[in-house]
């Protein structure tokens, strides 16, 4: 079943769980029984201002990220389990301030556990059309160009074995993005070829070969697909539905991990108690 056709077409109430991407520029929720993920501008009101707690796809702003949270669960919502179990997508490279300033915002919805999961790989997973927890054994590079980052990640058997980052995203193109994507290409490009100079055992070569998976905002550009395979010389493809491939894969991880508790529904995905 595809996670976001489930049965239950209003997101009134979360019952085990939920599946959160928090982006730089929009914030996607999901829990079992929901339709259609929340799909929301990652900012919340404060003292008559505009804050935006997300940035470079990092929380900055712990307080402000869980007044948002707490605000993007639509009225009347009923935490019908006290303690829901949270499935969480990060960037690839996210370190330990990210992780504690992400505790600090969940704690608002006292979580029994949180599980970590690459957005790198929960996008992959969603790409491959299989079933919560899968994954594909074959090298794959997953381009992510998103509103503040990019971040390009190869993945072989399921795992990140290597991710380069740039704190550049389409916003910096400028308002609306209008402008050309060639700076972003241009990066891009750069941390493929600098993986390929490290390449040691022919999975960089084998996933360019097979051709980049683009995700995020980037992907539905048309501009910045084609310039990107003209620059790498390879077949580019984009995510289904790009704009929410991480957050459906973060709820395709959710869904693994409430049928098997205790497993991990990819390899090395961290999971801890908040």
């Not at 900012?43 to 007044?67: I, L, N, Q, T």
């Not at 058997?157 to 290409?185: H, K, N, Y």
């Not at 048309?222 to 620059?231: K, P, S, V």
Request: glycine fraction near 10%; charge should be positive; hydrophobic fraction near 45%.
């Amino acid at each position: 079943m595809n996670i976001c056709t489930a049965v239950g077409a209003k997101n009134t109430e979360v019952r085990r769980g939920l599946a959160i991407d928090l982006g730089s520029s929009r914030t996607r929720i999901w829990a079992p029984g929901w339709k259609t993920p929340l799909d929301l501008p990652s900012s919340v009101s404060a003292g008559g201002e505009v804050v935006r707690p997300v940035r470079r796809g990092r929380v900055v702003d712990p307080a402000a990220c869980a007044d948002m949270l707490r605000q993007f669960l639509p009225s009347g919502t009923r935490l019908s389990c006290p303690r829901p179990v949270v499935v969480l997508s990060r960037p690839v490279l996210a370190g330990p301030d990210h992780r504690a300033a992400v505790t600090e915002a969940l704690s608002v919805l006292r979580p029994a556990a949180v599980v970590v999961i690459d957005s790198a790989r929960a996008a992959a997973g969603t790409a491959a059309g299989a079933g919560a927890g899968a994954y594909d054994e074959r090298p794959l590079l997953v381009v992510d160009v998103g509103a503040d980052l990019l971040e390009v990640t190869l993945l072989a058997c399921g795992s990140v074995t290597d991710a380069r980052q740039a704190e550049i995203g389409l916003r910096d193109l400028g308002p609306m993005a209008p402008g050309s994507p060639s700076t972003l290409v241009e990066a891009a490009a750069g941390m493929v070829e600098d993986m390929l100079r490290r390449d040691k055992d022919g999975a960089m070569t084998g996933a360019l070969r097979r051709g980049p998976l683009l995700v995020g905002g980037g992907a539905v550009r048309g501009d910045l697909r084609g310039q990107l395979a003209t620059r790498l010389r390879t077949p580019v493809r984009a995510s289904p539905a790009p704009s929410t491939a991480v957050v459906r894969g973060a709820a395709s991880a959710l869904l693994s991990v409430l049928r098997h508790p205790g497993s991990a529904p990819w390899p090395r995905t961290h999971s801890g108690t908040t």
